[in-house]
């Protein structure tokens, strides 16, 4: 068994995962170095986070015998605790009522993260669900915040981000139906690209999710790892219902190439609830000068769309599909869910899913899908549009407990995250990089958002700002060396 040096483990917390993967192909390294490295620091690190819910190592272990193939051959990799099925592997979605459940199947999305040649160790922590941007499950507790234990890791891909944000692993899986990507990316100084409508599939035994606004990809400490992923892992199945325009070239390739002059537009208003925060503000404009800097034109432009109605009307569609969700998996653990299996805030937004007509809920899918359709005329002057990922700085452990059951008074505190929802609702790519960290260890991101189907503009842009800001050499209080 490879003996973990220190040495080993500087290389490792150094490196993305590109470059592991090549010391995997030049033989500077075996699989198995990486492994053992990866599930060394967990041990180590995650009983200080809680990031890593499920551990199946063995798994990691057997894998790592056969030699490696594809963009990452031989990376260690978790998935998240929702949606993607491994088989033979455990799934609970953060719920205790789904504590015994095992997949029965791969989904099409883990199949190509195997062929890409990432090494599977477990999966990571994620609120009940899915629906906060904190992660605090009862069935595991809280993920603590590798820059600040204080504060959330965000959500619902906090572990995710909370494990890559430490170098436990270079990157992770991560989903995204508000903000799920974005949003920890921003608390815990990563990368997180929500892709656009149709980029990924949900095959083959889910068909659409919220009318293709969910979103599936990663979080990263780099442009180019979050770049070849998406190069790894995109593309339709036979039937998907929503198909983004294929690139003439592969993202990462298009990295070489900076972008030329950018027509960027810029927002210095929160569309409803309080103002930025002084220390969002300050680095919003910061991240204005920077772009200057580079060569690119900034405009401010006010979004024209009711955003605050939009999104509760958003939300009637969430709790309906909730609500299915919710008798979808009764149906897999054989019997009902009553209300101590849920969190308040769930339990409460089934009820409400459940209590809507057929008529509120279609009259919600057409206002939904027209702000859709105004948010991307309104933007399509623009080659990217700039925001904060949040308005606020990352809010204390416990702000978002789904421990409150009033569903109203929970999801009106969304206004910190009132510019994610609309980037799943219109299907327009959307990227989160982390542009500052606060004196307090609070991490800023500012947020890119592009045409349908322009993932390389966010890209580029986004590589050009990491060469001059070079957060990958950011490094948290908790942390692999």
């Not at 483990?9 to 990486?34: C, F, I, K, N």
Request: glycine share 8%; hydrophobic share 45%.
């Amino acid at each position: 068994m490879t003996t973990v040096t220190s040495d080993l483990v500087r290389l490792y917390a150094e490196s993305d995962a590109l470059a592991l993967a090549e010391l995997v192909r030049t033989r500077q390294v075996s699989p198995g170095d990486l492994v053992e490295t990866a599930i060394s620091l967990i041990e180590a690190l995650d009983p200080k986070l809680n990031a890593v819910v499920i551990r199946l190592f063995d798994l990691a272990r057997e894998a790592a015998r056969t030699p490696p193939e594809g963009p990452f051959g031989g990376v260690p990799f978790l998935l998240k605790n929702i949606a993607s099925t491994w088989k033979g592997t455990p799934l609970t979605n953060g719920l205790g009522f789904m504590k015994d459940f095992v997949c029965a199947d791969d989904s099409e999305m883990v199949r190509r993260i195997k062929a890409a040649g990432f090494l599977l160790l477990g999966r990571t922590n994620t609120p009940e669900c899915g629906w906060s941007i904190g992660t605090e499950p009862r069935l595991y507790g809280p993920t603590l915040n590798p820059w600040n234990t204080a504060i959330t890791p965000g959500g619902s891909s906090g572990g995710a981000a909370a494990a890559v944000a430490a170098r436990m692993v270079p990157l992770a899986e991560a989903s995204d139906g508000g903000g799920s990507i974005r949003v920890p990316a921003s608390c815990c100084g990563l990368v997180g690209l929500k892709p656009s409508r149709g980029r990924i599939t949900y095959g083959p035994d889910t068909v659409d999710l919220w009318f293709g606004s969910i979103a599936i990809l990663c979080v990263t400490r780099t442009v180019r790892d979050t770049a070849a992923y998406l190069d790894a892992v995109a593309g339709p199945m036979t039937g998907d219902p929503y198909v983004a325009p294929a690139p003439a070239e592969g993202w990462l390739a298009q990295l070489a190439r900076a972008p030329q002059q950018l027509r960027i537009g810029y927002t210095r208003e929160a569309p409803w609830g309080p103002p930025f925060a002084p220390e969002v503000t300050a680095a919003l404009e910061e991240t204005l000068r920077l772009l200057e800097s580079l060569g690119h034109r900034v405009e401010e432009h006010r979004l024209g769309v009711d955003l605050e109605q939009a999104w509760w009307r958003y939300n009637d569609i969430n709790a309906v599909e909730t609500a299915a969700d919710f008798d979808r998996l009764a149906a897999s653990v054989g019997r009902p869910m009553v209300e101590e299996d849920l969190a308040p805030f769930n339990w409460s937004l089934a009820h409400y899913g459940r209590s809507l007509s057929a008529v509120h809920y279609s009259e919600s899918i057409a206002a939904v899908r027209k702000a859709s359709q105004a948010i991307a005329v309104d933007l399509a002057p623009f080659d990217v549009f700039l925001t904060p990922t949040l308005t606020q700085t990352p809010r204390p452990l416990g702000y978002w407990s789904m421990e409150d059951g009033d569903r109203e008074r929970y999801l009106a505190r969304w206004s910190d995250a009132a510019y994610m929802f609309a980037f799943n609702l219109s299907g327009l790519p959307a990227l989160s990089v982390p542009v500052e960290v606060t004196q307090t260890n609070s991490p800023i991101g500012m947020q890119l958002v592009g045409r349908h189907g322009d993932e390389a503009t966010l890209l580029r842009l986004a590589q050009q700002m990491q060469d001059v800001l070079a957060w990958d050499r950011r490094r948290p209080a908790i942390a692999a060396i």
